[in-house]
T-cell receptor, first 113, second 113 residues
Framework: NAGVTQTPKFQVLKTGQSMTLQCAQDMNHEYMSWYRQDPGMGLRLIHY???????DQGEVPNGYNVSRSTTEDFPLRLLSAAPSQTSVYFC????????????FGQGTRLTVV | DAKTTQPTSMDCAEGRAANLPCNHSTISGNEYVYWYRQIHSQGPQYIIH???NNETNEMASLIITEDRKSSTLILPHATLRDTAVYYC??????????????FGGGTRLMVKP
């Protein structure tokens, strides 16, 4: 059981480049989300999805797009990378509703130069 | 979601109980208290959660005061591997907003030999 898998683990981008961070889960969870964590800070929610075909914005959505075509996958797209997007990105998934725990991936460390 | 206040850092001797406090004085009746931890930049890991009763699992115990304005996470026999940042999160399960988690700064627990 792989849980939540994120790829790549590390990435360096030049300013203006675009890329997609991949997230996949094999637990049949309805809810998936993306967070970013800047040095010394807590995690902040970027986007989330409550099921295939449904996405919504979190606290810091600007500069990012998401889609949810399947239950398993929830990719995060950086449209035009900026140095301010240098961060560690975490994907999480959970069942819907009360008394659920979130499972997190191991993170993608992104540097934009 | 209600705001939480945690000490920035704490030390604990190996083998001793670690008691991590959290203040959530503005908590509402339908908000749960969740605890997660993050070990050295890994993805956060769920520990425990509760509404108003004390809870215990294989990892920890959660003590919630009767007025629910504060709680304490107890690691009964701390080991070096428990060194991590511990996040206390108060959240309401809202079907419109999903299972969002709002992370504050957390408490950095250092377990010392």
């Amino acid at each position: 059981n792989a849980g939540v898998t994120q790829t790549p683990k590390f990435q360096v981008l030049k300013t203006g480049q675009s890329m997609t961070l991949q997230c996949a889960q094999d637990m049949n969870h309805e809810y998936m989300s993306w967070y970013r964590q800047d040095p010394g800070m807590g995690l902040r929610l970027i986007h989330y999805s409550v099921g295939a075909g449904i996405t919504d914005q979190g606290e810091v959505p600007n500069g990012y797009n998401v889609s949810r075509s399947t239950t398993e996958d929830f990719p995060l797209r950086l449209l035009s990378a900026a140095p301010s997007q240098t961060s560690v990105y975490f994907c999480a998934s959970s069942y819907w509703g009360i008394n659920t725990e979130a499972f997190f991936g191991q993170g993608t460390r992104l540097t934009v130069v | 979601d209600a705001k939480t206040t945690q000490p920035t850092s704490m030390d604990c001797a190996e083998g001793r109980a670690a008691n991590l406090p959290c203040n959530h004085s503005t908590i509402s009746g339908n908000e749960y208290v969740y605890w997660y931890r993050q070990i050295h930049s890994q993805g956060p890991q769920y520990i425990i959660h509760g509404l108003k009763n004390n809870e215990t699992n294989e990892m920890a115990s959660l003590i919630i005061t009767e007025d629910r304005k504060s709680s304490t996470l107890i690691l009964p026999h701390a080991t070096l591997r428990d060194t991590a940042v511990y996040y206390c999160i108060v959240r309401v399960i809202n079907n419109n907003a999903g299972n969002m988690l709002t992370f504050g700064g957390g408490t950095r627990l250092m377990v010392k030999p």
